[in-house]
């Protein structure tokens, strides 16, 4: 084989491969990976946050008696109890519902990025030996944060109604 037919033969996978990165590149716009990593996120929330609740604004007996009694600080010196564990469970019930809302929706989608942020930080302060799954969650939180929420979201569909008027 000549170094010509070689160099002819390795333009051509080149050219493959470009093209196939180009029709990739279609199929997977950063619009579209913002709002998967969106969703993605929000639902481990969302299924946690269901189950606290028995009802419309009913927070079921479990989830205090988990913060009360069954979930601890893992801090240095500890573990510690949750102070005013019923508190917690009804704010970490309704964070975990109202935030991944925000976040599929793509409204205020930082914000809520930065709460399910700091729940995460809470939990691997409270379940330590999770962190390989805390630590895709923070990673989740921390790209939305930076990257913002695309052009799938109600956020940039009220920044472009602003930007017209």
Same mark, same amino acid.
């Given at each position: ?9 390795? /333009?051509?996978?080149?050219? +493959?491969?470009? !093209? ?6 279609? =199929?997977?716009? &950063? @619009?579209?990976?913002? #709002?998967? +990593? ?13 189950? !606290? ?15 009360? @009694?069954?979930? !601890? $600080?893992?801090? &240095? ?7 005013? &564990? ?12 109202? $935030? &991944? ?8 989608? /930082? +914000?809520?990025?930065?709460?399910? $942020?700091?729940?995460? #930080? ?12 805390? =630590? ?5 939180? #921390? ?7 695309? /052009?799938? @979201? ?5 920044? /472009?109604?602003?930007? #017209?008027?």
């Amino acid at each position: 084989m000549t170094n010509a037919s070689r160099n002819a033969g390795l /333009r051509g996978v080149a050219a +493959l491969v470009e !093209k196939m990165n180009a029709a990739l590149r279609t =199929i997977a716009t &950063p @619009s579209l990976t913002q #709002l998967v +990593l969106r969703c993605a996120l929000a639902v481990p929330f969302w299924r946690s946050g269901v189950n !606290k609740w028995d009802g419309f604004l009913q927070l079921n007996d479990v989830a205090v008696l988990l913060f009360r @009694s069954e979930l !601890k $600080l893992h801090l &240095p010196g500890g573990p510690y109890d949750f102070p005013a &564990p019923t508190l917690v469970a009804l704010a970490s019930g309704s964070a975990e519902i109202l $935030l &991944p809302i925000l976040l599929v929706l793509g409204l205020g989608t /930082r +914000l809520a990025a930065f709460g399910l $942020l700091l729940m995460t #930080l809470v939990i691997q302060l409270t379940v330590p030996d999770g962190w390989p799954l805390h =630590i895709t969650w923070a990673a989740m939180a #921390l790209g939305i944060m930076a990257w913002g929420p695309g /052009r799938i @979201s109600l956020d940039s569909l009220f920044r /472009r109604a602003v930007y #017209l008027n």
